[in-house]
């Protein structure tokens, strides 16, 4: 039997499901991945001080406020007191093992965490596994941190492949398609305590539903207008789970 509700909450969108899950140790994406990688080593070391009141967990998205973000990053969320924990190339797997095995997060007491990771997965997981992949982080996070409360964005839309490069726009019918599917089962991980869901992903795209160059580069990376976008959209949400 399946319950879902949905509770407004700045824009945030909060829902609760019973389902039978997937065993996460059938899952490929839910099992550990090494990544002792130097940037990992950088964070054990920035981390060590016990810092940062929010923190932005994900892959080269992620890691990318400090690039194309980091005009939009200084203006909306340096008031946070915000670590950017994000790796370029992470899978659901790698952020698992960073945060268990790497013991990435030990040392803080963050107050919130912002999740968006599952894009490296869709070459090689099916909706069902990258979801499961995302649950099996989210509940790693509530088992370490109890009293944080996580932001968990959809999976931005991007290239499902058939563009050159030299278009400069992916139409809707190119975007990958794995993308809506995962994002509608971590939709129900919400539960409006703890954990609250936001879908942002329909602002990067223009009227046609497509994705533009001028948004997204290389229709997944984010040039500085899609970060000012990306901030715009979640920074009201970041201040009002600070409270």
Request: glycine residues 10%; hydrophobic residues 40%.
């Amino acid at each position: 039997m399946l319950t879902r509700y949905l509770l407004p909450l700045g824009g945030l969108l909060a829902c609760t499901l019973v389902v039978a899950a997937q065993d996460p140790q059938d899952n490929p994406a839910a099992k550990p991945l090494n990544r002792d990688v130097p940037r990992h080593k950088q964070f054990l070391e920035i981390v060590k001080k016990g810092e940062g009141d929010v923190i932005f967990i994900g892959d080269s998205i992620t890691q990318g406020w400090e690039g194309n973000g980091k005009k939009a990053w200084a203006e909306h969320f340096a008031k946070f007191n915000p670590i950017n924990l994000g790796i370029g190339g992470d899978q659901t797997g790698h952020v698992l093992w960073r945060i268990t095995e790497g013991k990435e997060i030990e040392p803080l007491k963050p107050k919130l965490a912002v999740l968006m990771i599952g894009t490296n997965n869709t070459g090689a997981h099916t909706p069902e596994q990258i979801a499961g992949g995302i649950k099996a982080i989210i509940d790693e996070l509530q088992k370490q941190k109890p009293d944080m409360k996580i932001l968990l964005l959809g999976v931005f839309p991007r290239s499902g492949g058939g563009v050159s490069k030299e278009d400069t726009v992916c139409p809707a019918d190119k975007l990958n398609k794995k993308i809506p599917a995962i994002n509608a089962i971590i939709s129900k991980y919400a539960d409006n305590k703890k954990v609250f869901y936001k879908d942002i992903g329909n602002r990067f795209l223009n009227k046609d539903g497509g994705l533009e160059r001028r948004i997204m580069y290389d229709f997944l990376h984010l040039s500085p207008e899609g970060y000012a976008i990306w901030a715009e959209a979640i920074k009201d949400d970041i201040a009002q789970l600070l409270k």
